[in-house]
């Protein structure tokens, strides 16, 4: 692509107080036979947004695409990303109401974005490897050149707020059969506005007799709180949210220990552990 344009934009940049790049791919890069084999930003936008972040100036960058792009560098550099995939007739509006700080955003990622094209695929809900990663041990599931862990998780999400997790409990530490447990933590505003917070909450089988994933969301609820507000989120526990198809094809549930985690995203999270019954 053509670096035509880029003069241009660099000297409203330098008259500006603040940049906000758009940018990401265009409509037909999605959808049905529309793979790409490199999802870092298409063309010559790098170059681009590069050569804005040296001028100095705070950089928004604004992302529209159809999948989780690669942006390490981004990631690293610009003050801020707002993603906005592929909205509808009024993304404009909604899209000035969070740059210009008239309403703070409360969403959450529903996918894992990768490092590099490298790491796909990559989701919270994997299934555990014989040798999980060490950083100190050689021969272990990793990468020599990037962290095995995503850019950013599963369920992320910043606001113009911040948000506080504590006190995580249950109403017993165990399940028994035909009953529900309650999982409560404490959620706080600890910022200066009001925000939306996604409390997410995920559950692990320790021991099975079919592997199971490591994290499993199993229940979500967005919160608004005011600023210094705290208050209690409670999530039912079932043994159906527990529940996988056997050897048999057949819905079960095998007693044994479990862990409940609830959090702002898949990785920070408190965690507890219950057992359950036959």
């Given amino acids: 692509m053509s670096t035509e344009g880029f003069a241009a934009a660099l000297d409203a940049v330098r008259s500006a107080n603040a940049a906000v ?20 930003l298409p063309g010559v936008q790098q170059q681009l947004l590069e050569a804005v972040q040296a001028l100095g100036k705070p950089t928004v960058l604004v992302l529209m695409n159809g999948r ?9 550099r610009v003050d801020a990303i707002l993603e906005t995939w592929f909205l509808g007739v009024e993304m404009g ?21 990768p490092r590099a094209t490298g790491q796909i695929p990559i989701h919270y809900n994997h299934k555990q490897t014989g040798r999980p990663p060490v950083d100190s041990v050689l021969w272990t599931s990793k990468y020599i050149d990037l962290p095995t862990t995503p850019l ?15 006190n995580l409990r249950l109403s017993d530490t165990a399940l028994p059969a035909n009953d529900t447990l309650l999982v409560s933590v404490t959620l706080k505003n600890t910022g200066s506005r009001q925000g939306d917070e996604v409390v997410q909450m995920y559950v692990q089988d320790l021991v099975a007799s079919i592997t199971r994933p490591v994290k499993e969301l199993r229940g979500f609820r967005r919160v608004t709180l005011g600023p210094g507000e705290s208050t209690t989120v409670t999530f039912p526990l079932t043994r159906d949210a ?10 079960i549930v095998e007693p044994g220990l479990f862990k409940v985690f609830v959090g702002g995203n898949s990785v920070q999270t408190l965690t507890e552990e219950f057992t359950v019954s036959k």
Avoid: Q
Avoid at 95 to 105: K, N, S
Avoid at 154 to 165: K, M, N
């Fill in 21 to 40: 790049l758009v940018l990401g791919e265009s409509a037909n890069m999605s959808g049905e036979a529309h793979s790409r084999s490199s999802i870092e």
């Fill in 242 to 251: 527990l529940a996988f198809y056997g050897p048999e094809m057949t819905k």
């Fill in 152 to 166: 950013y998780p599963f369920g992320y999400g910043l606001s113009y707020t911040t948000f506080a997790y504590s």
């Fill in 93 to 113: 509006n909604a899209v000035a109401d969070v740059l210009f700080g008239d309403a703070a955003p409360g969403g959450k990622l529903p996918v894992s974005v």
């Fill in 68 to 76: 989780p792009l690669a942006i390490p560098w981004a990631a690293e």
